[in-house]
C-alpha cells in the first residue's frame, strides 16, 4: 500500500492509497500557499476564502491569464475540478490544466478545452510531450457527455514512472505507456501544474473557422485543484500504480473512447504516413468510431 500527502488547491492535505478514485479526507490550504500567478495577474481572482480561483480573457487583457504551482513534483495523481465560461458562445477561448518543466528538452501532459458555438458539444484535447518532441504532438479529441460550463467536472492526470492516465471525473479516457516504443519521449522530469485560459483563435474551434469575440466576454474559468503527488525536493517519495487501472476501469475507457474519441494522432496519416512507434503496438490508440454514432446513443453511456 502506497501513503502520500496529498495537497489540494482547494489543495486538500490528507493520507490515502493512490487509486484513480479517491475517497478524501478534505483539509483545505489557500491558493497563495501553492500556487501563484503565472501572467495577466489582475484577472487571477480567488474565492471561497481563498480555496477557488477564477481565470479571464477580457477586452481589456487580450493575452488572458493564468497561475502555476510554487513547486515540482515528481509523479501523482492531479485533479482539477472545472467549470468553464458559460457565455454560449466561446469559440477561441483554450482554457487548460496541464503539467510542465522549464528543461531545455521539455515535458508536458495537457488537458485543452478548444471552445464552443452554441449548440454543439465542447472538444477536449488531451496531448502528451517527452522529452522535447514537440514536433511530434500526440494529440487526441474528444467531445463531452455534458455541458462543462454549468457546473465543475472533474479532470485528472494519474502520472508514475510506468504510464500516464487522463480521466474525465470517473472516466478514464486515455493510458500512455512508458514502453519500448515510446521510448526517451515519456514524461520523466519533474514538472509544474499549470492552468492558463488564452486566445487560441487560429486553431482552437474547428480549426481556426470560429474566432474570439471578445465583445462576448469577459470569459472567465473557475478551478479547484486535488494534487496527490510528491514533490519533487521529497527523492525518498515515489508514487507509482504498477498494474494501472482495474479491467473495469478498462472497459469505461475503451467504452468512453468509442463513443467520444473524434480524433487521434495515431490515425492521422497526413501527420504521420507510417504512423509513431507506439501507434503500431496492438490496441493502441483506437480508431476513432464516433461520426457513426448518433448523440442520443452516446449519452447513453
Known sequence: MLFYTCLQFVIFCTIATLKPSISLNLS?????????????????????????VQISINRWSTSGSGFVS??????????????????????????????????????????EFLG??????????????????YNKGREERYSLPFDPSLDFHNYSILWDTNRIIFFVDQYPIRETENSVSIGGNFPSKPMYVYATIWDGSDWATHHGKYKLILQRGPFVASYYFIINACRAMLPECNIALPGGISADERLKMIMYRALYMSYSYCHDKDRYPDSLPECRDEGYGMQPVQASISKATRRLI
Open 28 to 52: 483545505t490550504v489557500s491558493f497563495n500557499e501553492v500556487f501563484s500567478p503565472l501572467y495577466g495577474n489582475q484577472d487571477v481572482k480567488t474565492s471561497d476564502n481563498g480555496k477557488s
Open 70 to 111: 510554487q513547486n515540482t513534483y515528481n509523479s501523482g495523481l492531479f485533479t482539477a475540478s472545472i467549470k468553464l465560461p458559460n457565455n454560449g458562445y466561446t469559440a477561441g477561448v483554450v482554457a487548460t490544466f496541464y503539467l510542465r518543466n522549464n528543461e531545455v528538452k521539455r515535458d508536458e501532459i495537457d488537458f
Open 116 to 133: 464552443h458555438v452554441e449548440g454543439e458539444e465542447w472538444s477536449l484535447q488531451t496531448n502528451v510531450y517527452g522529452n522535447g518532441s
